[in-house]
């Protein structure tokens, strides 16, 4: 093993560890924060939804089969 390495820990990755760590007690549910969880929360999983269909769908039409259904 090399020797005289130290290791400096970074004080704004530790504090951002440590954030990560106790979100649950941290977090407020405010106006701010409604947003963010409509978009992440809601929004987001059907535009991938809608967008992962569609391209099923297309694969479909260009294979000459029927459109699948799911859901």
Known sequence: MAGGMDVHKN???????S???NLE???R???RSIPVCLLF????PIFT???VRDEFHKQ???????PRKFL
């Not at 004080?11 to 560890?17: I, Q, T």
């Not at 929360?41 to 987001?44: E, F, K, N, S, V």
């Open 60 to 66: 479909d039409q260009m294979a000459g089969r029927a």
């Open 29 to 31: 549910f405010n106006r």
């Open 49 to 51: 939804y809608q967008f």
């Open 41 to 44: 929360g809601l929004l987001t």
């Open 25 to 27: 007690q941290k977090f």
């Open 19 to 21: 954030h990560r760590e």
């Open 11 to 17: 004080e704004w990755v530790e504090a951002w560890a």
